[in-house]
C-alpha cells in the first residue's frame, strides 16, 4: 500500500525556519514527482512546491518562492520542505502528495499522507 508519513510541523515564530518530512513506502519512489501542498483553516489546497523524480526539477508557488525549499533524497525515500522566514500566513496542515502516475506531473488526484499542522505565530 502506498504510504506518505509527514512529520515536523509545529510552531514556529516569524523569521525562523522548520523542516517538514515525508517518508514514503510502498511504490518506486524514485519514478515520482513528488509535491507539497497546504491547506490553511477554512481555505481550500494550495500548491505550493514540486520536485521532479530525479530532484533535477523544483518549481514553487510565488507565495513561498525564495523561503521555502524542496528536496528529495531517493535512496531513503524521503521528500522535504526546507521553510525559511515563515509568515503567519504560512500556518496551515501541510501536505505531502506523490504524483498520479509514474513520471506524470499531475497531483490532484495522487494519494496524500495525512498531513502535519505548521503554525507561525509569535
Known amino acids: 500500500d502506498v504510504q506518505l508519513v509527514e512529520s515536523g510541523g509545529g510552531l514556529v515564530q516569524p523569521g525562523g525556519s522548520l523542516r517538514l518530512s515525508c517518508a514514503a513506502s510502498g511504490f518506486i519512489f524514485s519514478a515520482y514527482w513528488m509535491f507539497w501542498v497546504r491547506q490553511a483553516p477554512g481555505k481550500g489546497l494550495e500548491w505550493i512546491s514540486t520536485?521532479?523524480?530525479?530532484?533535477?526539477?523544483?518549481k514553487y508557488a510565488d507565495s513561498v518562492k525564495a523561503r521555502f525549499t524542496i528536496s528529495r533524497d531517493n535512496a531513503k525515500n524521503m521528500v522535504y520542505l526546507q521553510m525559511n522566514s515563515p509568515k503567519t500566513e504560512d500556518t496551515a496542515m501541510y501536505y505531502c502528495v506523490r504524483a498520479e502516475s509514474e513520471y506524470g506531473t499531475n497531483w490532484g488526484r495522487g494519494p496524500r499522507g495525512q498531513g502535519t499542522e505548521v503554525t507561525v505565530s509569535s
Open positions: 520536485i521532479s523524480y530525479s530532484g533535477g526539477s523544483v
